[in-house]
């Protein structure tokens, strides 16, 4: 099962979408900036740039937010959601992927 560990406006409306979309069992996880959470030693061992969002699965981790979309797109290929390596829609659908997650959230 997927964790996605996320605050409110900050990079995590991407892969949230992404998770959604592919119908998966995940959980989110809130990182509480108030509090400063993403400092913990917890979550420092999770992502020590602080940043969110973090995708857990299992033991491993993946940050920063076009890496944690595209890593989901190619699990899933059964969705569909990329284009085979190397074609131009590929392109398309990776320069749509990053402006939703740099441009559009932002």
Do not use: W
């Amino acid at each position: 099962m997927y964790k996605l560990h996320y605050f409110p406006g900050h990079a995590s409306l991407s892969p949230h979408l992404i998770l959604a979309e592919l119908n998966v069992d995940f959980e989110l996880a809130l990182v509480d900036l108030d509090s400063d959470r993403q400092k913990s030693a917890e979550y420092l061992t999770l992502n020590p740039a602080r940043r969110i969002p973090v995708l857990a699965i299992g033991s491993n981790v993946i940050f920063e937010c076009d890496a944690i979309c595209l890593y989901l797109c190619e699990q899933h290929t059964h969705a569909k959601l990329l284009h085979a390596v190397g074609t131009h829609q590929r392109a398309l659908c990776l320069r749509r992927l990053i402006c939703l997650a740099n441009i559009l959230q932002a």
